[in-house]
């Protein structure tokens, strides 16, 4: 039974996004029935949460990264691009099966590689090994050349310079602690699929930083920071915000009297998530922050006299009376 990866499925999968390869490879491809060449049905069924279990990311104990989860209408547009392409076709579909699809580039039983174009042979590997040799009769054997004596004979040539290959096994089993930390590890396939970013761990996390200010500046000592509140940051970053321009909303927001109680309902409205909500409210509390940042300093051009030095004080004259 042939269960070989062949070339047109490695052409056919160049572009697409890696949500959609981790797809075909670890749900459909995986799940490929080798003799009809169809994944999915009543035995096997794929279902939404069949590619939750296979894309589903689960950081370490510790790590500040959330846990990922591809979206329904992510997975569509995935099969849809792998249908494009031709690497899926509809096998039968529906709400009880689930997805039943045709892995129509795929070999299968019925269809072994070799007749298929641009596949390799199951047997190439074992041509390529083998070597002719040829018969030698006995005239053609040279006689053994005279051993020389131990003295007389040159040191050992170093291995790189030998004509002859020797492999050694050593007995030793690898463990992940002899492997060296400079070599790169992937930790999971669907969590690139997932994410265009990669977060260097040497650097601080800018959503700690937001969370951090923003726990100090509130007082918010049992908050901690959930996947709500750091969605409504990271979405406030990578619309371009930077770090203390969201520290300069949640100043902001502090220095509001509505938003820390003076309104009708008695209530605080400071959380971070309702800061970053979208980028209206960023700039709303910038707007704030400005303003009474502009105000201090007016107050304190006015106290200065004017020109700005704090050591010339301003004289005010008039009549004041002491009041017992």
Known sequence: MRTSWNRREHEALRGLSLLAKTLYL?????????????????????????????????????????????????????????????????AGSDRRQGYVKRLALADCDKAPSAQRPGSVPADMSTQATRVRRPR????????????????????????AESSTLRVT????PVTPQAISPSVPVLESLAYRALTSECV??????????????????MNKTRCRLDNKR????????????????????????KGSAWHQGANINRRVY????????????????????DAAQREQRELEDFLSGGNGSSDSARTFDGEYARVD
Request: charged share 25%.
């Open 26 to 90: 670890l749900v459909f491809r995986h799940r490929m029935d080798y003799a009809t060449g169809i994944a999915g049905g009543a035995a096997f069924p794929i279902t939404y949460q069949t590619v939750l279990s296979e894309l589903e990311f689960l950081p370490t104990p510790g790590s500040t990264r959330s846990r990922q989860l591809p979206s329904k209408g992510e997975v569509r547009a995935a099969i849809r691009a792998l249908e494009r392409r031709g690497l899926l076709t509809d």
């Open 136 to 159: 030698q009769t006995p005239s053609m054997t040279p006689p053994p050349a005279p051993t020389a004596p131990a003295r007389d004979r040159p040191p050992p040539a170093v291995a």
């Open 169 to 172: 096994s050593d007995p030793t």
């Open 200 to 217: 260097d761990p040497e650097r601080p996390d800018p959503v700690s930083q937001v969370f951090d200010y923003w726990h100090a500046t």
């Open 230 to 253: 750091r969605r409504a940051i990271a979405g406030r970053l990578k619309d371009g915000y930077s770090v203390e321009e969201l520290r300069e909303a949640i100043d902001g927001c």
């Open 270 to 289: 400071d959380d971070i998530e309702l800061i970053c909500r979208d980028a209206v409210k960023v700039d709303q509390f910038r707007s704030i922050a």
